[in-house]
């Protein structure tokens, strides 16, 4: 770090030296060469280039630097006054106006356009800071004239009016023309410097295309035929306006930095040609006043192009930036409306009189119209109901109250149209929407939410319960009539086994009622809420394992199931859905019925078909979809049972991603039950095919009988 810090140190006092030479060098040079610009045998000179060369001098310099640049500039002031003959009066009287008038541009440069100078400065291209320039140099130039003609009176060297308007004009002109040259240059100055390549800046400068170097040359041909012509004669004053026509040209199509050489080159062609007594204004009898409109035409078409310029760029800026916000607003709105397109919910705004401003496609679907029109429909339109069965009226609908002001909350309501046969349960609120504009008309926003599911589950919930009431409520009654039947025959002391055994049994079989519904609720559950462990199962040695279970139970039943049955499956979850299929088929069997159940298989691509037929009673068909609904049961009377086994047998099956039908049996008798589940990893990635598919290949091993 340290060595950076001297690295850095070292470049910064060779900067500043070179800065300090230079522009000591420079304003002796232009305060020379200034000499050469005398009209006639006046020794009136036209141009004062010093001025701008002191003043780009110290305004690029700083606080460390500003010491030794002023005694630099008083010494090279001396000096040129001093070797050109000035008299030693008009000597001090010049060199203290010049260092006041270096000092006030300073100091309002940088207090007007101090980010246009020092460390992290701005590339000049404001039309405002073009003004500011101005007008720090008109500035620093009168006080400069002010001093110079106060301390020229009290040495007793009085000058004319003329020559202090002189004074002011020239230096006002060259202070505004050497600092925006070289802060229009810097950024091809510093180019070069990085590139250390000079021709940078000559290749900035360089046409973009051949229409362009076309229309450069004319420009320049242009200038040249103007300048012959008006500034050859003495009695072109007429005409004279007409050389500003190129300076509107360059300052309309070319760069900044082209603009101001076009200006500086016009303008020197009429100092010179008035300098040597020829054009226009060299027909002013005041050689200080004559001098002074040279001057004036230089400024004229110097700020002429450059307003030109700056007021283009800045209006190009300012299209570019007009057209960036139209795409980011474009894009917003895209994704704005890609974003009310995807919603689930519906989303409608509208104003006052009724007028629909934003709508999305969910709105439209949700409340079961053909489209959203532009205005609001009457609430008869839209088929909605309360809770209570009531139409909505049109005093009571929730975009109307937003409008109103008032917030609504969400709310059910009922739709019921022939676009809806089914019906919809749709939740639906309102509020108003700040105003956004000038026109601060009432607007309100409505969403709309289907909520028929949501409906239907709570409904399903408070059912479940009701049904687990209930089927709870029977066996605990009994169990409380027995228990106070024993607690009487205890009571009384004369409690005998064939009295008390046949209570206790009672009490028995409504206890076993009652953990037969909680272990099914809680079977459900399992099959609901346990996350899947899906591992390979050896589907045929589950099923023998659970047939042995049954086989010496009533009925004798005969179950056979075929071997080379696997899945890829949650093996408990697998095992309680056969479990429940094969209990409900040796228990649905007419009396006196041997039970009998055929389990086989076949694989079909990444799925296993298996198909449970029994020789039951069978199920209705109009039944055969209901019996998957929890606690329905199609067989009332004769046979015990919750109604959740089949609830679960679905559930498991749907959460494995397949499914599970029921069919009758072959010609007629008993019940298939098909279920349909992963064979392997990659069933869970795939779509389930239809049953029946043509793929499938069921299995020909001889089935074993248990």
């Known amino acids: 770090m340290a060595q950076n810090a001297l690295t850095g140190s070292a470049s910064d006092v060779r900067r500043s030296l070179t800065r300090f030479v230079l522009g000591a060098v420079l ?152 600092p925006v040259l070289a802060l229009l240059a810097l950024p091809g100055l510093s180019a070069a410097k990085r590139e250390r390549d000079p021709g940078t800046i000559l290749r900035a400068l360089r046409p973009s295309s051949g229409g362009r170097l076309l229309e450069t040359c004319l420009l320049v041909g242009t200038s040249i035929g103007l300048y012959g012509v008006l500034f050859g004669h003495r009695d072109a004053q007429p005409l004279s ?168 909350s969400p709310r059910d309501f009922h739709l019921r149209s022939a676009s809806v046969p089914e019906g919809r349960v749709l939740q639906i609120s309102a509020r108003p929407v700040p105003s956004v504009g000038p026109d601060d008309r009432p607007r309100g926003m409505v969403n709309i939410r289907d909520v028929t599911f949501e409906r239907q589950h709570r409904d399903g919930l408070a059912s479940f319960a009701g049904v687990v009431a209930h089927d709870l409520f029977n066996p605990l009654t009994l ?44 079977d459900y559950t399992i099959a609901r809420d346990q996350s899947l462990r899906p591992v390979s199962v050896d589907l045929t040695a589950e099923l023998r394992a659970l047939a042995l279970l049954r086989i010496d139970g009533p009925g004798n039943p005969l179950i056979t199931v075929v071997p080379g049955l696997h899945l890829w499956a949650d093996a408990g979850l697998v095992r309680q859905l056969f479990d429940n299929l094969l209990g409900n088929a040796v228990k649905y069997v007419a009396p006196g019925t041997r039970p009998r159940v055929d389990i086989s298989g076949r694989r079909d691509g990444a799925w296993l078909e298996v198909s449970v037929t029994d020789n039951g009673i069978g199920i209705p068909e109009e039944e055969r979809e209901r019996v998957f609904e929890t606690f329905h049961r199609a067989h009332d009377h004769g046979y015990e049972g919750t109604g959740l086994g089949l609830a679960i047998c679905r559930r498991i099956a749907d959460r494995h991603g397949g499914s599970i039908a029921v069919e009758s049996g072959p010609n007629g008798l008993g019940t298939t039950f098909v279920v349909r589940l992963p064979a392997d990893a990659g069933g869970y990635a795939r779509e389930p095919g239809p049953f029946g598919s043509v793929s499938g290949q069921r299995s020909h091993e001889p089935a074993a009988a248990l």
Request: aromatic share 8%.
């Open 27 to 178: 304003f002796t040079v232009f305060g020379f060469l200034s000499q050469a610009t005398a009209i006639a045998d006046d020794r009136v000179s036209a141009v004062w280039a010093g001025a701008g060369v002191a003043a780009l001098w110290l305004a690029s310099g700083s606080r460390q630097t500003w010491p030794a640049d002023a005694a630099a500039l008083v010494a090279a002031t001396v000096a040129v006054n001093v070797i050109v003959g000035t008299p030693a009066a008009s000597t001090t009287a010049f060199t203290v106006a010049n260092l006041v008038q270096v000092t006030v541009y300073v100091v309002l440069s940088r207090r007007w356009t101090g980010h246009l100078w020092g460390p992290g400065r701005e590339q000049l291209g404001r039309l405002s800071d073009l003004g500011r320039l101005a007008a720090v140099s008109v500035s620093a130039s009168f006080v400069g004239a002010a001093t110079a003609a106060v301390g020229l009176t009290a040495l007793a060297d009085p000058s004319p009016a003329g020559a202090v308007l002189l004074w002011w004009g020239r230096n006002g002109v060259t202070m505004l023309v050497f």
């Open 241 to 408: 306006f007409l050389v500003l026509a190129t300076s509107v040209w360059a300052g309309l199509r070319f760069p900044p930095l082209a603009v101001m050489a076009h200006g500086m080159a016009a303008g020197a062609t009429g100092l010179v040609f008035t300098i040597h007594g020829a054009g226009p204004f060299a027909g002013i009898e005041s050689v200080f006043y004559r001098a002074l409109v040279a001057q004036l035409f230089v400024a004229t078409c110097v700020l002429t192009g450059l307003a030109l310029a700056f007021s283009r760029l800045e209006r190009d800026d300012a299209t570019d930036r007009l057209a960036e916000a139209r795409r980011e607003a474009d894009e917003r709105a895209r994704l704005l409306g890609a974003v009310l397109e995807s919603m689930n919910e519906g989303l409608v705004v509208v104003e006052e009189g009724g007028r629909v401003l934003v709508s999305n496609a969910a709105s439209k679907e949700l409340l079961g119209l053909d489209a959203v029109r532009d205005r609001l429909r009457p609430a008869g339109e839209y088929s909605l109901f309360h809770e209570d069965g009531t139409a909505l009226s049109d005093d009571e609908l929730p975009q109307l109250l937003a409008l109103h002001g008032e917030e609504v």
């Open 479 to 522: 169990v409380s009539g027995w228990a106070e039947a024993l607690e009487q025959e205890l009571e009384a002391g004369s409690l005998q086994p064939a009295v008390g055994l046949p209570m206790v049994g009672r009490l028995r079989e409504a206890t076993n009622r009652m953990r037969e519904i909680i272990g099914d609720l809680l």
